[in-house]
């Protein structure tokens, strides 16, 4: 969203989802690698998205590396694949929430880093986003989404084991995912759900502060057109 609008796309986001950051540095027990100053001449996967390949970029940067210094092995979403299958030495983007939890139910041991302990600070990662010309044409549909998105959260937190029922009969679900894993994914993942939608300008403040000081964006964009808790449910 922050790259978004410093490119001047007409969007916002009008309700936070998960509220805290759940990428991560991952790589197996068995590879040998301590930390990511280990990351030095390794195959790193990740999902190809730019964002995630910034942050990995302030991430070995702080460990004394650049990204001249490693492989990327762009894979999509098949980072645990990637990983399993010995393509990749650690992936980078994946979710420790997702990707991680699936490698302990078979039994892996996922080494597992959240960029929240690699100096990166915190965000809302998962925003529900609307355009702005919509939003003012009918912004009644918005606030009534917006309430249904609230109340689905807080029914996910309520009943986790409805959570996973709905989860599990998903017809898009990844065949390759085992009913224990996306239960172990599902259990991981709902304490990070937000149960009001709201956004913290602040958060996302030094969010922006901190984008531009590593030059990820060149211009510190305002909060104000970044996000809007207007839209949400009233207490």
Known sequence: MVLAQSKG????AIGSLVAE??????????????????????????????METEILETVLAEAGL????????????????????GRADATFGGRWNHGGSQLETLGLNPMVTRVQDLG????????????????????????DFMAAVVRGA??????????????????EADYRVSP????????ATIPLLSESGFMDPEQASQLIAWMHRQGMVQ????VSSLLTNDYLPQP
């Open 66 to 85: 650049s990204l001249a210094d490693v492989k990327l092995k762009d894979v999509g979403y098949n980072l645990v694949p990637a990983l399993i299958r």
């Open 154 to 171: 807080a029914t996910s937190v309520e009943d986790p084991d409805l959570a996973f029922e709905v989860a599990n009969e998903d017809v």
């Open 21 to 50: 950051p759940t990428m991560a540095t991952i790589w197996l027990q068995r590879s040998g690698i301590d930390g990511i100053a280990d990351l030095r001449g390794k195959t790193i996967a990740t999902a190809g998205l730019p």
């Open 120 to 143: 990166v600070p915190p965000f809302d990662e998962l925003v529900v986003v609307a355009r702005r010309d919509r939003l003012a044409r009918d912004p009644q549909l918005f606030r």
């Open 219 to 222: 211009r510190k964009v305002p």
């Open 180 to 187: 224990k894993a996306r239960r172990a994914q599902v259990e």
């Open 9 to 12: 796309n007409p969007v916002v």
